[in-house]
């Protein structure tokens, strides 16, 4: 019978929730994955992630909610589920150790067991070749690099055709130079084998990098779930706008539609009366120097600058026309270097700028 394949997901995570020891680890969480997109999990330190990945691995059980593969129930709540070894999912965890008495070869071939000799060869040295590696196929796990290991535990991960992969924290234990081009091949094997992968990572630049959309959590709830372009510049939440980087807060409260900063005005859509913060990233002000004697709606002044390579940043403090006053992180392209107490406008980068209502 026809199927129809373009509207099923490759997985459906429904209403997970997780406990240890009564303790609650992962609440309410739902996403999809299609099938061969790369969808990310990313949060702070102990907001869940890894738990979800182990549930959707098998090796977790379910607590709460339920598990669909390829429209398939694959666990739910005090039902039997399907066991870690009969998903198709490979797994590459940080911690997924090489075999060390078997060669790279044989540590890929390792999961292909139920294929003929040949067959398994071929295979092996198909995803070694992918990967760069082909010229290690005799070696030991022990002579090789972390990131050349790396590579054999993805290869030994994808040899099986997984419909679906799971990654956590696949590249950290990799200096910085190693993990972008590590990345760069494992995004590449991935997209070229079709394979579905949730990778689980800390580091907003490696999500916004890898992934298709990502799952941004924070204390085991699921925060907003997007495109990386939706997650950094359509932001639902403050959370959102800290976490992908360093961000100035300004507080007022709306009159007319507008919010009146130390910056100049911001409109919004917050109701009038409203308390609001103004998040502005460092890199959405725009700072120009002024002549001291100008008279200036606005004007704010230099506490400090510093070249940081590509950028320059600047401390500044900022004299709103009714009396506030506020200290300002910029960021600059290039050098720009003024000097201390040098009188600037700053103006906004309406695209760099989110107003969000203040909690009471
Ligand atoms: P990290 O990035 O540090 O690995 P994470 O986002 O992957 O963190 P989890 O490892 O899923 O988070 O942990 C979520 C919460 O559950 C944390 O508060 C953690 O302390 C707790 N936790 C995780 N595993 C266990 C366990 N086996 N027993 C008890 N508590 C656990």
Known sequence: TPVDTAARKLLEVRGLCHYYDGQSAVSD??????????VCLLGPSGCGKTTLLRIVAGLEAVQQGELHFNGELLAATDRAHVPPERRSVGLAFQESALFPHLSVLDNVTFGLQQMGARQRNERARELLEQLGMTHYA??????????????????RALAPSPQLMLLD?????LDARLRDRIRDDTLHVLKKVGAGALLVTHDPEEAMFMADRIVLMREGRVVQVGTPQQLYCEPT????????????????VVSNGYVHTSVGPVATDQPDGSRVQVLVRPEGLRVVEIASTQPHEHHSHVLMARLLG???LLHLCAHGTEGQEAHLHARMPGVFLPEEGQPVQVSLDPSQVFVFPVAT
Do not use: K, M, Y
């Not at 969480?29 to 790369?38: A, R, T």
């Not at 030991?140 to 790396?150: A, D, E, I, N």
């Not at 939440?237 to 976490?243: A, I, K, Q, R, S």
């Open 29 to 38: 969480v739902s996403f999809d994955i299609e099938p061969g997109e790369v």
């Open 138 to 155: 005799e070696s030991f796990p022990h002579t090789l690099s972390g990131g050349q290991q790396q590579r054999i535990a993805l290869a």
């Open 169 to 173: 924290e696949p590249f950290s234990s």
């Open 237 to 252: 939440d403050p959370f959102v706008v800290t976490f992908f980087g360093e961000v100035n807060c300004l507080e007022g």
């Open 310 to 312: 590509r950028t320059s």
